[in-house]
């Protein structure tokens, strides 16, 4: 089986559109998707139908996706998210479109496929959603798991490693990386084991003007994109 697996768009649909269009190339038997559709920037309705278009697609739910959900009920919590990660949330509440929440409020908090012996999560198999295990961290917790591949996000960096026989796969971010490189999405070819990362480039100069027209007062909006 050949999976595509991305993560981590953040509303950025600028470099989402290229992520995708060169994902369809590989012909691919399934997509996975490891979560965080909302946050930071601005077209999570368009995203989530072009979502909704892909066949054999798997979600897990993100941590801005679940803030979005709470805050919808918890106003509060909208502004103070507004501070860090800026305004897309706080305009997401009044313009998401009944197939986005729908498509948010479906999204589990992991999946796994005993079959191929694959679980996602987007943060980690002991926090799903908000746990970070960058490129750096002891893995020594995953010997223990009894699956073949553990597919995370979260991090916004590529990672590839190996623990007792157990891939640990995170494609990066194909909307906003953060290890100083381009947007990123992996293939894993299941039958042979190999994984491959692709990067992809795109204009980022549509999206930086968008972000000024909106007043955002959160410089790392923009820096981070500029890495």
Known sequence: MKIGIFSDIHGNLYAFEKVLERLKKEKLDRYIFCGDLCGYYYHQNVIAEMLESLENLVSVMGNHDKLFLDALEDEARLYSYSERYGNSLRELRTTVSPRTLFFLRSLPEHYVDPEIDL???????????????????PIERFNALPYRYVILGHTHYAMLRRANGIQIINPGSCGQPRDANLPSFSVLDTESGEVRFERIPYDLRPLIAEIKSRNETNPYLVQVLQR
């Open 119 to 137: 679980a996602v999560f987007h943060g980690s198999p002991w926090n799903p959603l908000c746990e970070y295990i960058y490129p750096t961290d």
